[in-house]
């Protein structure tokens, strides 16, 4: 192998342990209590954008441990959770509904 081509190997491969490294996910938001959903308050949701502050809020009003956003060409599973907030978000990024499901 040329010198020349294993000096130009190890910056790539640097380069792709960074990127990959950056893919790892990070936890989800810490939940205190018992983590079950209640959604009888979150109608004030509706026609809000799905930004991240608007999440959060859903987030910490539920109760929820697991906050699942459903945009409009998401395949869902019907199963159920007691500790999920589905929050579905139409086309144009506005929430549509927040249930406990």
Do not use: F
């Not at 209640?38 to 910490?60: I, K, M, N, Y």
């Amino acid at each position: 192998m040329s010198p020349h081509r294993s000096s130009t190997r190890a910056p790539l491969l640097a380069l792709l342990a960074m990127t990959l490294a950056a893919c790892v996910s990070t936890p989800g938001p810490q939940v205190a209590g018992s983590g079950t959903c209640r959604d009888a308050s979150l109608g004030w949701a509706v026609g809000q954008p799905a930004d991240e502050a608007t999440l959060r809020r859903l987030s910490s009003e539920s109760g929820a441990g697991l906050v699942n956003p459903i945009g409009p060409t998401t395949v869902v599973k019907h199963d159920a959770r007691k500790d999920r907030l589905r929050v579905y978000i139409d086309a144009s990024n506005r929430i549509t509904a927040a249930r406990c499901e």
